[in-house]
T-cell receptor, first 113, second 114 residues
Framework: QQQVKQSPQSLIVQKGGISIINCAYE??????FPWYQQFPGKGPALLIAIRPDVSEKKEGRFTISFNKSAKQFSLHIMDSQPGDSATYFCAASKYSGTYKYIFGTGTRLKVLA | ETGVTQSPTHLIKTRGQQVTLRCSSQ?????VSWYQQALGQGPQFIFQYYREEENGRGNFPPRFSGLQFPNYSSELNVNALELDDSALYLC?????????????FGPGTRLLVL
């Protein structure tokens, strides 16, 4: 019940296309859902995050869509660029004295020039 | 304002040894979390420190221990190293008040256990 399932494992998109990464969770107590971008040899960098009282959040080219009833959320990268090529992780957390992130297994995105 | 920093960047140890990894939290951040990221996997929560006390722990054995200092920096200690401890160890800090659910990660320490 603590797992976050992420798909696809890898994704290849043409420059200018839309990249879509999906995550699903079981624990309805989760109340914070961030997405992180990680380049090789670097730590994860926060991209965008959402709470379950909002169905969509957009920041620049990045959009999170959240479906509370389906217990799913997704990251959309519009106008994908070669510089977006990285591994993307979704995560979920709930406050229980601390925010402990449960991460998905990651999606390796490659954007072709 | 500096971000989260970690040292060393890389480390090679042999099985059975002990290791200490260090983390300096971002300015204004008082909570530090540690994660283990095995190759090709997502980070896994080890534990979190707040006000110099452990404030939550993941599914890791007691040979993983930590400290937080008055300046909010932190150490992760791992005793009796095993081959499976080879991973990227990430430190993340969270701000005082406000968006304490948001965690900002450092670049990590790559540990190889031979």
């Amino acid at each position: 019940q603590q797992q976050v399932k992420q798909s696809p494992q890898s994704l290849i998109v043409q420059k200018g296309g839309i990249s879509i990464i999906n995550c699903a969770y079981e624990n309805t107590a989760f109340d914070y859902f961030p997405w992180y971008q990680q380049f090789p040899g670097k730590g994860p960098a926060l991209l965008i995050a959402i709470r379950p009282d909002v169905s969509e959040k957009k920041e620049g080219r990045f959009t999170i869509s959240f479906n509370k009833s389906a217990k799913q959320f997704s990251l959309h990268i519009m106008d994908s660029q070669p510089g977006d090529s990285a591994t993307y992780f979704c995560a979920a957390s709930k406050y229980s004295g601390t925010y402990k992130y449960i991460f998905g297994t990651g999606t390796r995105l490659k954007v072709l020039a | 304002e500096t971000g989260v920093t970690q040292s060393p960047t890389h480390l090679i140890k042999t099985r059975g040894q002990q290791v200490t990894l260090r983390c300096s939290s971002q300015s204004g951040h008082n909570t530090v979390s540690w994660y283990q990221q095995a190759l090709g996997q997502g980070p896994q929560f080890i534990f979190q420190y707040y006000r110099e006390e452990e404030n939550g722990r993941g599914n890791f054995p007691p040979r993983f221990s930590g400290l937080q200092f008055p300046n909010y920096s932190s150490e992760l200690n791992v005793n009796a190293l095993e081959l499976d401890d080879s991973a990227l160890y990430l430190c993340a800090s969270s701000p005082l008040g406000g968006s304490k659910e948001t965690q900002y990660f450092g670049p990590g320490t790559r540990l190889l256990v031979l």
